[in-house]
């Protein structure tokens, strides 16, 4: 058996209303001889007579038809297998099944779109020209990622929204004290990564000012959501500078892993969601996959760039 940017307000406002909305629903598919289905978890067999709810995506060849789960699992049956009618509803598809087929290669492009979105958000390197240059450079890179680096640790369920306004506000102004020191240079790459960083935990604030604010339990759920992503999103910051910080590229692995966690965040968004998720539907995936699939993305990312 298989196991199975910020947002603006407008956008949030988007949201709700497609809570309301109904998702596309499925064809049932009657097999005619025993078989087996073929998905990225392995195989599964059927017998006569048995059957499946799936949405139809695509023809593989001409003989292999691709079907996805109502959990997002693709699946490949061989066509021979299917009954006549479910094999004239793939070949002579009726209007609104040509619109779903269409739907479906819109939504493998929004998966590229995706993955590839995700390998741009880790696609610095750490490198030379990105350490302190001097000792004095070096004083300030650490104490910039200390107070970075008490904020993140104070993040977690007991942390109030006042409290983590008023951290926010010292620890910002802590940093930008320390970027003014005098005879220092900070590599635009630290300095890029700590902004970010900062503008992360400000967009998560007034995520968590709408979260208090909102008055329907999804919206407040998906606003605390952003909020808790855009934590996440500051660690990936605070690791690249960390590592700059302390002149050790093999971060790189740590970083990957982190985006990797973002990502699983958003699909677990989109399986409680799926009818107004704004993110596309992956198949079942664990963090370990995820992380390998982040990594080869970047590394296509990086030899596009060069």
């Given amino acids: 058996m298989v196991k199975a940017v910020k947002l603006t307000r407008v956008t949030k406002a988007i949201w709700i209303l497609c809570l309301l909305s109904v998702g596309a629903g499925a064809h049932t598919w009657t097999f005619v001889q025993d078989g087996s289905i073929e998905t990225q978890g392995g195989a599964w067999s059927f017998k006569k007579g048995g059957r499946i709810d799936a949405e139809f995506q695509r023809m593989k060849g001409t003989n292999t038809v691709v079907l996805r789960r109502s959990d997002g699992v693709l699946c490949e049956v061989p066509l021979a297998v299917l009954c006549d ?63 970075m680096k008490q904020l993140n640790d104070a993040l977690g369920p007991e942390m ?68 808790e992503k855009g934590w996440a999103q500051a660690g990936v910051q605070l690791r690249y500078c960390t590592g700059m910080a302390e002149r050790t590229p093999r971060v790189l692995s740590e970083i990957i892993a982190a985006e990797a966690a973002v990502i699983q965040s958003e699909q677990t968004m989109a399986r409680k969601r799926p009818a107004s998720s704004p993110y596309p539907l992956l198949h079942a995936m664990t963090l370990e996959e995820i992380t390998e699939r982040l990594r080869s993305e970047r590394g296509d990312a990086m030899n596009a760039r060069n």
């Fill in 85 to 147: 009618n479910d094999q004239d509803f793939v070949l002579h598809p009726p209007e609104d099944t040509r619109a779903a087929i269409s739907k479906a290669s819109n939504e493998k492009l929004k998966i590229e779109r995706y993955w590839r979105s995700h390998g741009l958000n880790i696609l610095d390197d750490i490198e030379e020209a990105d350490f302190p240059n001097s000792e004095k450079a070096a004083a300030v890179y650490r104490s910039i990622v200390t107070e």
């Fill in 160 to 227: 109030t929204h006042a409290r983590f306004s008023d951290l926010l506000q010292e620890k910002a102004f802590a940093v930008d004290k320390l970027k003014q020191s005098k005879g220092i240079t900070l590599s635009r790459s630290f300095l890029r990564h700590v902004n970010e960083f900062f503008r992360l935990l400000s967009n998560s604030r007034d995520d968590w000012t709408d979260e208090k604010k909102g008055e329907r339990q999804e919206y407040k759920e998906y606003c605390a959501f952003l909020r």
